[in-house]
């Protein structure tokens, strides 16, 4: 069984009993859809309790995850809380990056630049994950990320450090990195989930077919929403048994890695399903490869206008974390989103 969100409204207020709240954020919804195999059917939250709460045990999991408020997390001097959404500024430190092919040639002011317009935190990476692009040898990926980190946290800034080595990811963290951002889930280095455990960080899973051969291999879903929730599932029970703290999992549906255009619009339509984990949610679709596919095939730097829709998509489904190139333009988004939000909770 698998429940999604659904019937969205403006405001709780005068429906006492009608609708709930999403993990301690910003939206309420009125009904879910149950997904049982093949079969769907709408259910009133009204109603839930009663009927279906009262008598499914995986069913009540299910709703106590999703509208359970998700713990803020205390790094050092910062705090994440994810009450609303926060922004994520990518900062690549690689010549071969899909987006920007690491254009900048001062990575520590241009994140602190990122930080400065409203990013939560600066998610830095010196390997592309674009298909075909060569994997990097860790000592190439720590000379480029470790200086990188240790400036940006130095400076005060939130820093992540993306990528799937054991080897990488110590040395970022060691620099002053407070999370880890693995696109293969800590599953394509066999040391990874040690050492993410041993340090007591915080860590992203992002789903991709089969981490462990690469984040663009595999792929073909018979339902991609449901096996993509499952796979996370059992990702964060193995994660949580390999010594990690729950509450400091974040999951990511990783769009674009290892599924087609169909199954990342899927995805996208069911985020809200994803809540059922019971752990903060990243979204990572700036300017995507599926942004040129619906817009004439236009360029990874012309793609700011998709990626708005897709990060405001995320803001409407509740996802805490906006993984982003365009910062500035996201954040103000974000702050007219939720001006109009806080404008329909007080409801005159």
């Known amino acids: 069984m698998h429940l999604r969100p659904v019937q969205f409204v403006d405001t709780p207020i005068g429906r006492d009993g009608e609708v709930a709240r999403i993990a301690g954020g910003m939206q309420w919804f009125a009904a879910y859809e149950v997904i049982q195999g093949d079969a769907k059917r709408t259910l009133p939250v009204a109603e839930f309790e009663r009927t279906l709460g009262a008598t499914d045990e995986r069913a009540a999991h299910l709703h106590a995850a999703i509208t359970a408020p998700r713990a803020p997390l205390v790094l050092g001097e910062r705090t ?50 674009r298909p075909g692009a060569s994997i990097v040898w860790e000592g190439d990926e720590i000379a480029r990320t470790e200086p990188v980190v240790r400036g940006l946290a130095t400076a005060g800034t939130l820093v992540s450090i993306d990528t799937r080595k054991a080897a990488v990811m110590e040395s970022a963290i060691g620099a002053g990195a407070a999370i880890v951002n693995d696109v293969a889930a800590l599953l394509w280095d066999e040391r990874a989930l040690e050492v993410v455990a041993s ?147 007080v409801g005159r």
């Open 199 to 345: 340090a007591g960080c915080p860590v992203m899973l992002m789903h991709s077919p089969d981490p462990a051969k690469g984040p663009h291999d595999g792929g073909g879903y018979a339902n991609v929403l449901t096996e993509v929730f499952d796979w996370l599932e059992a990702r964060i029970a193995a994660v949580v048994a390999g010594g990690v703290d729950r509450a400091k999992i974040i999951v990511d549906p990783g769009i674009g890695f290892g599924k087609s255009l169909q199954d990342n619009l899927s995805l996208l339509n069911g985020l809200a399903m994803f809540h059922g984990l019971g752990c903060p949610i990243m979204l990572g679709a700036s300017r995507k490869r599926m942004i040129g596919a619906l817009s004439n095939e236009a360029l990874a730097d012309q793609r700011l206008g998709g990626s708005l829709a897709l990060a405001l998509k995320g803001a409407e489904a509740g996802v805490q974390l906006l993984r982003v190139h365009d910062v500035p333009e996201t954040v103000q988004a974000l702050k007219v989103w939720r001006g109009m939000r806080d404008q329909a909770l």
């Open 80 to 129: 994440l809380r994810f009450d609303q959404p926060l922004v994520a500024g990518i900062l690549n430190v690689t010549p071969d990056s899909f987006s920007d092919g690491g254009a900048t040639n001062d990575p520590v002011s241009a994140g602190v630049a990122m930080a400065a317009a409203g990013a939560a935190m600066i998610d830095v990476g010196g390997e592309s994950t």
